[in-house]
């Protein structure tokens, strides 16, 4: 049995010069999937010992800067590189005229063929024989979507950002993941910000871990606002689910 490794490349919010925007890239078998691309993703891909020549998957929660403004780069480094392995990009409507865009205005052309996946819904998708990829719409403002990483032999990984909380959809797709990736960006104190922007509480992402019976939770993309006070968040989702953590740049997480 292949274990599992999830790599945090960037786990924050956006603030300005931030290389620390969200991304994670997962390791299973030969499988090498991404999870984000936010800006100078590829420069922390190098940092943590991986290749973007080896990366097969691409998904995109949304078209928000701070998750897609390093694909093009990236491409660009891929292509660089002389692989001619294809890759596959998931996202939302509007993703494949984003790249063909940027590739024409960039004059553009990468060494390896680029498919293009625009998701319509709650879709699943079966990337290879043994990983299953689960598309679930979110509430952001903007599409966007969550994705369940499912494992052949049951392990799963769900990715849900930016987004608010949504306890009883989720609980309805995901039974107990391994490891639960919530966006977290605000604190009870700033309810208020997490309606108006769309986003979650520590305390609403560790509500639906909860609700979905996790067995880990990572608090992701968590405001810089809170970066002198990272343990009153923690706090406040452990109070409600005693397994939560801070997602950090550079953690690994092993599903075995
Ligand atoms: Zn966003
Ligand atoms: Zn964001």
Same mark, same amino acid.
């Given at each position: 049995? @292949?274990?599992?490794?999830a #790599?945090?490349?960037?786990?924050?919010?956006?603030?300005?010069?931030?290389?620390?925007?969200?991304?994670?890239? &997962? $390791?299973?078998?030969?499988?090498?999937l991404? *999870?984000?691309?936010?800006?100078? #993703?590829?420069?922390?891909?190098?940092?943590a010992? =991986?290749? &973007?020549?080896?990366?097969?998957?691409?998904?995109?929660?949304?078209?928000? +800067?701070?998750?897609i403004?390093?694909?093009?780069? *990236?491409?660009? !480094?891929?292509?660089? !590189?002389?692989?001619e392995?294809?890759?596959?990009?998931? +996202?939302?409507?509007?993703?494949?005229?984003?790249?063909?865009? @940027? /590739?024409?205005?960039?004059? =553009?052309?990468p060494? =390896?063929?680029?498919?293009?996946?625009?998701?319509?819904?709650?879709?699943?998708?079966?990337?290879? @024989?043994?990983?299953?990829?689960?598309?679930?719409?979110?509430?952001? +403002?903007?599409?966007t979507?969550?994705?369940i *990483?499912? /494992? +052949?032999d049951?392990?799963?990984?769900?990715?849900?950002?930016?987004?608010?909380? *949504?306890?009883?959809?989720?609980?309805?797709?995901?039974?107990?993941?391994?490891?639960?990736?919530?966006?977290?960006?605000?604190?009870?104190n700033?309810?208020d910000?997490?309606?108006?922007?769309?986003?979650? #509480?520590?305390?609403?992402?560790?509500? &639906?871990?909860?609700?979905?019976?996790?067995?880990?939770?990572?608090?992701?993309?968590?405001?810089?606002?809170?970066?002198? $006070?990272?343990?009153?968040?923690?706090?406040?989702?452990?109070?409600? /689910?005693?397994?939560?953590?801070?997602?950090?740049?550079?953690?690994?997480?092993?599903?075995?």
């Open positions: 049995m @292949n274990p599992i490794r #790599t945090i490349l960037g786990a924050s919010g956006p603030y300005p010069g931030s290389d620390d925007l969200p991304s994670v890239i &997962v $390791c299973y078998g030969r499988t090498r991404l *999870l984000d691309a936010g800006e100078g #993703t590829q420069h922390r891909i190098h940092e010992g =991986f290749s &973007v020549a080896s990366i097969r998957y691409i998904l995109i929660t949304h078209m928000h +800067g701070d998750h403004l390093g694909l093009i780069p *990236l491409l660009q !480094s891929r292509s660089l !590189s002389g692989t392995t294809q890759v596959t990009i998931i +996202g939302p409507e509007g993703i494949r005229d984003y790249l063909l865009e @940027n /590739f024409k205005l960039l004059y =553009f052309r060494r =390896f063929d680029v498919a293009v996946i625009e998701l319509k819904g709650d879709d699943e998708l079966r990337l290879s @024989n043994d990983v299953v990829v689960q598309a679930i719409e979110l509430d952001h +403002g903007i599409v979507y969550g994705y *990483l499912c /494992f +052949g049951r392990r799963t990984l769900a990715y849900i950002t930016d987004t608010r909380p *949504l306890p009883r959809k989720l609980s309805s797709i995901i039974e107990e993941p391994d490891v639960l990736i919530h966006d977290a960006t605000l604190s009870s700033d309810s910000l997490a309606l108006e922007y769309k986003h979650s #509480t520590a305390a609403e992402a560790a509500h &639906v871990a909860k609700e979905v019976k996790a067995k880990t939770l990572l608090l992701f993309h968590v405001s810089q606002r809170y970066r002198h $006070c990272y343990e009153d968040h923690l706090r406040e989702a452990r109070k409600i /689910f005693k397994y939560s953590w801070i997602a950090r740049k550079f953690m690994r997480i092993m599903i075995k």
